[in-house]
């Protein structure tokens, strides 16, 4: 299905709003940055999250993974400040 740029990031941020509860019981936090043109999702984590040596992975495997699931459109997820 295809939406607007305002519905993607509508509904990327739904889905990240359903994973902060699990960073932020680690103590961590993610905030939605962008959408690239090529559907790269651009975040920020924050807290424990951003100095977490395990951080790339919980990107990769838990927010990427969960944002794939929902939005097959999606490209990527990359933490801008890692």
Not at 15 to 39: C, H, K, S, W
Not at 52 to 80: D, H, R, W, Y
């Amino acid at each position: 299905m295809e939406y607007t740029k305002e519905e993607l990031d509508q509904k990327v941020q739904n889905v990240l709003e359903q994973v902060r509860p699990y960073l932020q019981a680690d103590g961590g936090d993610i905030n939605f940055v962008e959408i690239t043109e090529d559907n790269t999702v651009n975040v920020e984590l924050t807290g424990a999250c951003g100095t977490c040596a395990f951080s790339t992975m919980t990107l990769k495997n838990g927010v990427e993974a969960t944002l794939k699931k929902a939005l097959p459109q999606i490209k990527e997820v990359v933490a801008i400040n890692l």
